[in-house]
């Protein structure tokens, strides 16, 4: 018998079966010729090979499954070994070729898959564009919308600002609405409505700089009046503790404060005293005394009178609204004893005395009378 080599096909499948084994089917494969050996042991599925002491030797030939007792049947090639070569040789031969053809055939699908891939995404990505396109226009014009609605209700809350003559308040509003107006000119492309927004913006930048210039106004009158009644007070207490001079300085500064702030009033149509304006007093100076009867120009006879009328200091003398400004109590005594003049110069000027460390202004009015009484107290040291 030759050995059994891919190059001697075609083959045939011969099967036998003794009487103990007709249940279980013996199978092996030979060349087709007609030396067959019948009495060989060997379990299913065996190919048979010649190694080279002449005896038929068996090889496991796997997957020869198909036969049937009694029949003869194709093997395939690779079933069996090629006795000029080894078997892994062959089986590793086999196994790289189908591994190979795999690779390919899976390196061609995933090209073709790709490919697929890459023209479903150009032909949706030109539609997502334009669908990103409109929603993003769409956006746009809502937030426009949405800005220029904060705009407009910044300018009705400037408004009520300037009712209540809260400046700064109405700046801060103004310029809130500019910055949204702005914001929604930016994201706007039609030209009519960016034209109608762009003259909002500049009667919004108008009004803001209208404001300005009254706060401007306002903070100066203000400095007018702090500096006025900080002189004038001054100049009280300059004149009780006998300093006539600074007195008489101090008086004619009040005065002219005061005149440039009712100047100031005057020349605007705002009303800069509403709500009033407050300032702050500080005269840095103090009376040597409070005590009427320890003024060294009170005799003790006027001292007496004003006792008896309950003025003991100088707390409990009340101003007058009206030139020549002198209190009633303070005329009574001068009629009954005579009073020296620099006794009442001294009495008028206590009684328009503000022991609070701060004043506030409500009217014109007001004004104009603390101006009169700076420019009587200036006007007796000039005399």
Same mark, same amino acid.
């Given at each position: 018998?030759?050995?059994?080599?891919?190059?001697?096909?075609?083959?045939?499948?011969?099967?036998?079966?003794?009487?103990?084994?007709?249940?279980?089917?013996?199978?092996?494969?030979?060349?087709?010729?007609?030396?067959?050996? !019948?009495?060989?042991?060997?379990?299913?599925?065996?190919?048979?090979?010649?190694?080279?002491?002449?005896?038929?030797?068996?090889?496991?030939?796997?997957?020869?499954?198909?036969?049937?007792?009694?029949?003869? @049947?194709?093997?395939?090639?690779?079933?069996?070994?090629?006795?000029?070569?080894?078997?892994?040789?062959?089986?590793?031969?086999?196994?790289? @070729?189908?591994?190979?053809?795999?690779?390919?055939?899976?390196?061609?699908?995933? *090209?073709?898959?790709?490919?697929?891939?890459?023209?479903?995404?150009?032909?949706?990505?030109? #539609?997502?564009?334009?669908?990103?396109?409109?929603?993003?226009?769409?956006?746009?014009?809502?937030?426009?919308?949405?800005?220029?609605?904060?705009?407009?209700?910044?300018?009705?809350?400037?408004?009520?600002?300037?009712?209540?003559?809260?400046?700064? #308040?109405?700046?801060e509003y103004l310029s809130t609405a500019i910055?949204?107006?702005?914001?929604?000119?930016?994201?706007?492309?039609?030209?009519?409505?960016?034209?109608?927004?762009? @003259?909002?913006?500049?009667?919004?930048?108008?009004e803001k700089r209208k404001i300005k210039s009254?706060?401007?106004?306002?903070?100066?009158?203000?400095?007018?009046?702090?500096?006025?009644?900080?002189?004038?007070?001054?100049?009280?207490? *300059?004149?009780?503790?006998?300093?006539?001079?600074?007195? !008489?300085? !101090?008086?004619?500064?009040?005065?002219?404060?005061?005149?440039?702030?009712?100047?100031?009033?005057?020349?605007?149509?705002?009303?800069?005293?509403?709500?009033?304006?407050?300032?702050?007093?500080?005269?840095?100076? %103090?009376?040597?005394?409070?005590?009427?009867?320890?003024?060294?120009?009170?005799?003790?006879?006027?001292?007496?009178?004003?006792?008896?009328?309950?003025?003991?200091?100088?707390?409990?003398?009340?101003?007058?609204?009206?030139?020549?400004? @002198?209190?009633?109590?303070?005329?009574?005594?001068?009629?009954? %004893?005579?009073?020296?003049?620099?006794? #009442?110069?001294?009495?008028?000027?206590?009684?328009?005395?503000?022991?609070?460390?701060?004043?506030?202004?409500?009217?014109?009015?007001?004004?104009? !009378?603390?101006?009169?009484?700076? %420019?009587?107290?200036?006007?007796?040291?000039?005399?």
């Amino acid at each position: 018998m030759r050995p059994i080599t891919a190059g001697s096909l075609p083959q045939t499948m011969i099967s036998t079966t003794t009487t103990a084994q007709r249940n279980k089917k013996k199978r092996y494969a030979f060349e087709n010729d007609s030396s067959v050996e !019948r009495s060989l042991q060997s379990a299913d599925s065996i190919v048979f090979d010649r190694k080279g002491d002449d005896n038929l030797h068996p090889v496991d030939a796997g997957g020869v499954e198909s036969l049937a007792t009694g029949t003869t @049947t194709f093997v395939p090639q690779f079933l069996f070994l090629s006795a000029s070569a080894p078997t892994i040789v062959q089986l590793s031969i086999d196994i790289l @070729t189908i591994l190979v053809s795999v690779i390919v055939l899976s390196t061609i699908g995933l *090209a073709i898959l790709r490919g697929y891939q890459f023209w479903q995404w150009i032909t949706s990505s030109d #539609g997502e564009n334009e669908t990103s396109k409109n929603t993003a226009i769409e956006s746009s014009e809502v937030s426009a919308g949405q800005l220029i609605q904060n705009g407009n209700d910044a300018i009705e809350k400037n408004k009520q600002a300037v009712r209540n003559s809260d400046y700064d #308040g109405a700046i801060e509003y103004l310029s809130t609405a500019i910055s949204q107006y702005q914001s929604a000119v930016d994201l706007i492309t039609n030209p009519d409505t960016v034209s109608d927004l762009q @003259t909002t913006i500049d009667k919004a930048k108008n009004e803001k700089r209208k404001i300005k210039s009254i706060i401007e106004d306002q903070n100066e009158i203000k400095d007018k009046l702090k500096s006025g009644e900080q002189s004038f007070q001054e100049g009280i207490v *300059a004149y009780v503790n006998n300093d006539k001079t600074v007195s !008489r300085i !101090r008086f004619r500064q009040a005065r002219d404060n005061y005149m440039d702030a009712i100047e100031l009033i005057e020349d605007n149509d705002e009303d800069y005293l509403t709500p009033p304006v407050k300032v702050s007093v500080d005269p840095g100076r %103090e009376f040597s005394t409070t005590m009427i009867n320890e003024l060294s120009t009170i005799s003790e006879a006027v001292a007496t009178i004003l006792a008896d009328a309950g003025i003991n200091s100088i707390a409990d003398l009340n101003s007058t609204d009206e030139p020549p400004w @002198t209190p009633p109590s303070v005329v009574e005594a001068v009629d009954s %004893e005579g009073m020296s003049k620099d006794a #009442g110069t001294t009495l008028t000027l206590l009684s328009m005395w503000n022991d609070a460390d701060s004043c506030e202004f409500e009217s014109l009015e007001e004004i104009s !009378r603390r101006q009169q009484q700076a %420019e009587y107290g200036f006007a007796k040291l000039s005399s």
